[in-house]
C-alpha cells in the first residue's frame, strides 16, 4: 500500500498551484464577485494549459490522467476560490459522460470540453422525469441547486425515464432555463433549472442499464471533487491565519505564541490533514475503480465538512474584528468551504451514509 | 499511490498468518490472566519465547534478538496482522516497545546479552522509569539523583507512574548525574535491579479500580547500581530517551487504530443487540469514527512511507498521536453514552475473551473509555502534541 503522491503527482501539485496563486488571485475573485469578465478570462487560461481535459482519455482527445490528479488540481482550484466552471466541467459533467454516453456521443461531447467547452450536471433523478416525445424525449419538471447551469455550455440532466430506470440527457445551456439563486458565495453559480417539456434529441439522450450505475460512480466523483475544494479553501484559511498570528503583536508579543490560539491553529491543521487524505483516499478508490468507492466518497465530503467547519470558526474567529470585514480575503475562502458543504449532501447526511455502511454489515 | 501492497509484502504476511494459524496457543491452555504490563505468566512466556524462536517477536531485530531483518513496511504488517487477531506478543509490551530497543540501541554487547536478551524471551520483565511527581510534561527537569562512588551509582529520589514496576525484575531509569549541566544534559539512563537495596515500589490503583494496579510510586533510598548498568554515555540519557520514546511512537498510532477498530467492531455488535443500530445520533458519531480510523490509517501509512525513505517524522508522529488517541477517547465515550443503563455495565465483558486478547478488549466501556486517557496523557499529552505541532509544523512561536 502506498498513500504517497508520485513525483509526477507533486510536480501537477505544484505547477496547478503556481498557476491559480498567478492567475486566480483575491482580485480576480473579488472583480468575479462583481459581475466583470475575469471568470471568463481564468477558463480561457485553464484552456490553454489543458486543465479541463485533465481526466478526459487520451482517445478521446484528453490527457488520461485519474482521479487522483482530478483532486490535486481541485484542491488548488478550492485555495483560490476558483470563480469558473471548472468544478462542475471536470468532476460532473465529464464523469456523467464518460460513464453514461456511447462512444461516438462520448468523443465528440469530451473533445468539446478539450476545446474549452464547459459543462454540469443536474442530479435530478427525483424530480425531473423524461418521456418519449415523438422522435425525441421531452422532460419536465426542475432541478434546484445546479452548480453553473445559468452559464455552461452543456447541461447534462439526470431524470427518471418513464418506462422506469434513469436517463443522462445532455442539453445545451442556451436551451435551457436557469435562474441563478442569491448564494453567500457570490463567486459560485448556483441554479434552479426549469425544464418544462423542453426537448432533447435521442442522440443525446443515454438510457439504459448502465446508465444507473454510470450516474451513481460519477456521482462519487462529484462528491469527493467538491469535498477536495472545501479542503483547499480550509487549506488558505488556515495559511491566512498563521500569517495573521504570527504579525499580530498583542500584550507586547505576536498572538501566536498564545498556546489558546496555538491549539486553535493546530485543530484546524488536524482537520485539514484527516479531509485531505479522505479525499485523496475517495480519489484512489475512484481510479482503481474499488468496492469502496461510495463509502470513501461519503467519508471525504463528510470530512471536509468538519473541516470547514473548524476553519470558518477559528478562522474568523482567530482573525478578531479583521475576520469581520469585507476587506479581508478571508471571506472568500471562508464563503467557498461553507458553501461546499451545503451542496451535494452535507457533511451530516455522509456521516450517516458511513454510520449506516459501517452498522449494516453487522446487522 | 496504491491501494494494495506489492507481493512481496503480502508473501511475508501470509507466511506470517500461516505461522500463527498453527501457533497461537490452545485457548484451553490459556488459564491465568496477565496481572500487570510486567507479569507475564508461564504459559504466555512460552508464546513470547516461540515467536522469539521463529523470528516473528521483534521482526525487525536480527535473528539473534528474535526478529528476521524485516523492513519496516513488513513491521508495518506484522504489528498489523497481529492487531487485527486481537494478539500479542508480549505481556510486557514496554520492555519489549521501549527498554530492549534502548539496550539494543545503546547499550554494551554484555547488557545486551545480560539484559535485553531475557527480556525478549520473557524470562525477564521491566519497567521504565521516566515520570517523577514533579517531572512529567517537563520531563527533562527530573531530579532522581545518582552519584558516582567508587564502581557504582548511588541512586536517591522518586519516579511514579512506572507501570509493572512492582512485576519487573528491573527498571531502566533516567537519572540526573550533573545537576549543574543545563536541564537536557545532565541526564544518564541506568538498568537498576529491583531487587537492589533501598529499592521501595509501591503500586496504586488506577480510576478503573482499585483492583488495576500496575501503576507505582518507586522510591530510591541509596540505591546502588553498578557502574557497568550505565546505558549510553554519561549525561546522554536524554539522547536515549528521545531515542527510546521514538521506538514507542514509530508504531504507536497503530495502537490506537487497534484499539478503535476493536470498539467499532464491539460497538456495532452491541448496538445492534440493544436496537440502537438506527439511532440518528448514533449513526451520527459512529460514522464520524468510522472515518477516524480509517483516516488515522491512512495519515499512518503517510508516515510510514516517509520513515522508510529515511526523512525525518517526528513531528508527524506528533499528529498521529494526538489525533489517533482523541479518536479512541471519542468512540469510546460515544459508546458508553450511547448504551443508555447498559453501559453502567462493568463486568468484564465486552466480549468473551480470545486467545492472547489484551485486557482492554474485553473490558467494560466504562473500563475502555477511561483508559483512553492513558492514550491522551502518557507518552506526551495532547496539548504537548499541540504546542509540538504548532510550534515545529506551523512555524508560530514559543
Redesign the interface.
Known amino acids: 500500500l502506498d498513500f504517497e503522491l508520485t513525483d509526477d503527482q507533486l510536480e501537477l501539485q505544484r505547477v496547478v498551484h503556481d498557476v491559480v496563486a498567478r492567475e486566480c488571485t483575491p482580485a480576480t475573485v473579488r472583480s468575479a464577485l462583481d459581475g466583470g469578465d475575469d471568470a471568463d478570462r481564468l477558463w480561457k487560461t485553464f484552456v490553454e494549459l489543458d486543465r479541463p481535459s485533465l481526466t478526459v482519455s487520451e482517445a478521446d482527445g484528453g490527457m488520461g490522467l485519474g482521479a487522483v490528479e482530478l483532486v490535486i488540481t481541485l484542491e488548488e482550484l478550492g485555495w483560490a476560490a476558483d470563480p469558473t466552471a471548472f468544478l462542475a466541467t471536470t468532476s460532473q459533467y465529464v464523469p456523467v459522460v464518460r460513464a453514461c454516453a456511447p462512444a461516438e456521443a462520448r468523443r465528440s461531447l469530451l473533445q468539446a470540453v478539450c476545446a474549452g467547452s464547459t459543462g454540469t450536471v443536474a442530479f435530478a433523478a427525483d424530480t425531473v422525469t423524461a418521456r418519449h416525445a415523438g422522435d425525441a424525449w421531452a422532460l419536465d419538471g426542475n432541478a434546484r441547486f445546479v452548480l453553473d447551469a445559468d452559464r455552461a455550455d452543456e447541461v447534462a440532466v439526470v431524470a427518471t425515464v418513464d418506462d422506469g430506470g434513469v436517463g443522462v440527457f445532455v442539453v445545451p445551456g442556451a436551451e435551457l432555463t436557469a435562474t441563478r439563486v442569491p448564494a453567500f458565495d457570490g463567486s459560485l453559480h448556483v441554479t434552479h433549472v426549469d425544464l418544462a417539456g423542453l426537448a432533447v434529441p435521442t442522440e443525446r439522450a443515454f438510457t439504459g442499464p448502465h446508465v444507473e450505475a454510470g450516474v451513481a460512480r460519477a456521482r462519487d466523483e462529484a462528491v469527493t471533487g467538491l469535498a477536495t475544494t472545501m479542503v483547499g479553501a480550509s487549506q488558505h484559511i488556515l495559511e491566512l491565519v498563521l500569517d495573521h498570528v504570527k504579525q499580530r503583536h498583542q500584550f507586547g508579543v505576536p498572538i501566536g505564541s498564545f498556546q489558546a490560539v496555538k491549539h486553535m491553529a493546530v485543530d484546524v491543521f488536524v482537520a485539514i490533514q484527516r479531509a485531505r487524505a479522505l479525499c485523496q483516499f475517495a480519489a484512489l478508490t475512484i481510479a482503481e475503480d474499488d468496492p469502496r468507492r461510495t463509502t470513501a466518497a461519503s467519508m471525504a465530503k463528510a470530512a471536509a465538512g468538519d473541516c470547514q467547519r473548524i476553519a470558518a470558526r477559528h478562522g474568523i474567529q482567530l482573525f478578531g474584528g479583521l475576520g469581520f470585514t469585507w476587506e479581508n480575503d478571508l471571506q472568500l475562502y471562508v464563503r467557498r468551504a461553507k458553501a461546499g458543504e451545503l451542496l451535494l449532501g452535507t457533511s451530516a447526511e455522509h456521516r450517516a451514509q458511513v454510520g449506516r455502511a459501517a452498522l449494516e454489515v453487522t446487522r | 499511490?496504491?491501494?494494495?501492497?506489492d507481493e512481496a509484502t503480502e508473501q511475508f504476511r501470509r507466511e506470517l498468518s500461516d505461522w500463527l494459524d498453527d501457533n497461537v496457543p490452545d485457548p484451553a491452555t490459556i488459564t491465568e490472566p496477565s496481572r500487570s504490563t510486567a507479569h507475564i505468566p508461564a504459559w504466555a512466556q512460552e508464546w513470547q519465547c516461540k515467536l522469539f524462536d521463529a523470528g516473528w517477536l521483534v521482526p525487525g531485530n536480527p535473528p539473534e534478538y528474535g526478529g528476521r531483518h524485516a523492513s519496516i513496511i513488513e513491521q508495518f504488517v506484522h504489528h498489523e496482522e497481529m492487531g487485527r487477531r486481537r494478539i500479542t506478543p508480549s505481556f510486557n509490551p514496554q520492555g519489549l516497545t521501549i527498554i530492549c530497543p534502548s539496550i539494543l540501541g545503546f547499550g554494551t554487547e554484555e547488557q545486551k546479552r545480560r539484559w535485553a536478551l531475557p527480556i525478549l524471551r520473557g524470562e525477564m520483565t521491566a519497567a521504565l522509569g521516566m515520570s517523577e511527581p514533579d517531572a512529567g510534561s517537563d520531563l527533562a527537569g527530573l531530579r532522581t539523583r545518582a552519584v558516582l562512588d567508587g564502581d557504582a551509582f548511588v541512586i536517591n529520589g522518586q519516579k511514579v507512574w512506572t507501570s509493572g514496576a512492582h512485576d519487573a525484575d528491573v527498571i531502566l531509569a533516567f537519572v540526573r548525574t550533573d545537576p549543574d549541566a543545563p536541564k537536557h544534559k545532565g541526564i544518564s539512563c541506568v538498568l537498576v535491579p529491583t531487587d537492589s537495596a533501598g529499592l521501595t515500589r509501591r503500586p496504586f490503583g488506577s480510576i478503573v479500580g482499585p483492583e488495576d494496579r500496575d501503576f507505582n510510586e518507586v522510591f530510591f533510598d541509596d540505591v546502588r547500581v553498578p557502574v557497568e548498568n550505565l546505558v549510553g554515555p554519561l549525561h546522554e540519557g536524554w539522547r536515549v530517551a528521545n531515542g527510546s520514546l521514538g521506538h514507542e511512537r514509530a508504531m504507536l498510532w497503530l495502537g490506537f487504530a487497534e484499539h478503535l477498530d476493536d470498539v467499532?467492531d464491539r460497538g456495532?455488535?452491541a448496538?445492534?443487540e440493544q436496537g440502537r443500530?438506527g439511532d440518528?445520533l448514533?449513526?451520527?458519531?459512529?460514522?464520524?469514527s468510522?472515518?477516524?480510523a480509517?483516516?488515522l490509517r491512512?495519515?499512518g501509512?503517510?508516515t510510514l512511507?516517509?520513515t522508510r525513505k529515511g526523512t525525518d517524522a517526528t513531528e508527524l508522529q506528533s499528529?498521529l498521536k494526538?489525533?489517533g488517541s482523541e479518536a479512541e477517547q471519542a468512540a469510546a465515550l460515544h459508546m458508553l453514552e450511547a448504551l443508555g443503563p447498559y453501559g453502567l455495565d462493568h463486568t468484564r465483558a465486552t466480549s468473551s475473551p480470545r486467545p492472547l486478547d489484551i485486557k482492554l478488549f474485553t473490558a467494560s466501556w466504562w473500563e475502555r473509555y477511561v483508559h483512553s486517557f492513558a492514550g491522551t496523557i502518557a507518552g506526551g499529552t495532547s496539548?504537548i502534541q499541540?504546542?509540538i505541532?504548532?510550534?515545529r509544523?506551523?512555524?508560530?512561536?514559543?
Open positions: 499511490m496504491k491501494l494494495t501492497f467499532l456495532a455488535a448496538l445492534v443500530s440518528p448514533v449513526l451520527d458519531w459512529f460514522g464520524n468510522v472515518i477516524d480509517t483516516a491512512l495519515l501509512f503517510r512511507a516517509k499528529i494526538l489525533f496539548q499541540r504546542n505541532i504548532a510550534e509544523i506551523l512555524g508560530l512561536p514559543r
